[in-house]
C-alpha cells in the first residue's frame, strides 16, 4: 500500500485543481452507520421506502422520526475522524477545492473544509412542509430524540423536515450543478469511502475523466469505476488519507 500512497502524493504534486468525493465510508470511523448498506443493520426492521422516501414522510411522519431518531443522535454526538482532517488540510495547504459529499452528518465543514458540495442535504436545516420556512433544525432534532414528537413549524403547525434527500426525492439542484461543475473542470478527482452505488452523484467521476483529470479511489469495496481508476487503494480511509496527505505536505 506504501507504493500505492507515494503515487497519488504524486498525482496530488500535479494537480493544481482537486477534487475529493466522499461517501458514507468516510464517516463509519466516527461510528455513523453507512445506511444505504444493508449489512449496516439500520433497514433490518423496516423497509426504507415505507419509512424514508418522501412519500412515506408525507404520509407518516412519525414513523420516520422514529426511524431516524437513533441515527440523528448519533451523528449530533459524533466527531470528525481522521479522514475528514486530512482532507480539511489538503483543501488548506493542497490542491483541493472542493469536496463533494453524499453524507448528512456535517462532519466535513466541522473538520474545519470550506467548499463543501452537500449533494444529499444535511441535518443543519429544517424546513416546513406547509409554508416552506426553513429553520436551524438542531432544536427540532433534539425535540424528536428527548421528546419523541412531531416536530412542527413555529410559524403554522406544519412538519419540519430536516433537509436531507429522502427517496424519491429530487437532490438540491444547485448545489449538485455546483457539484458537476466541479468535477468536470478538475484535474484530480479523490474518491474516498463512496462505493459510487448511488446515481447521479457515482457518476460524477465520468465528468471527471472526460476532462481527463486523474482519478484516485480510496474504497475498501470494489467500485463500479475501478477500471477507469489510476489507482485504487484498498483501505481504511481514517488510516489511508491522513497518510497520503502526510506524504504530500511532509512538513505538516
Ligand atoms: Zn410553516
Redesign the pocket.
Known sequence: MEGQIAAAAALLQQSRQAVALTGAGLSTPSGIPDFRSPSSGVWEKVDPMAVASLAAFRRHPQAFFDWVRPLTNTILTAQPNAAHLALAHLECYGPLKAIITQNIDMLHTRAGSKTVYEVHGHLREAT?M????VRAAEPFLIQVIEAKTIPV?P????VMKPNVILFGEALPWSVFQQAQSAAATCDLMLVAGSSLEVAPVGDLPYLAKRNRARLIIINYGETHLDGLADIIIRGNVAEVLPLLVQSFLPQS
Open positions: 416546513c406547509s409554508c416552506g420556512q413549524c410559524q403554522c403547525g406544519g
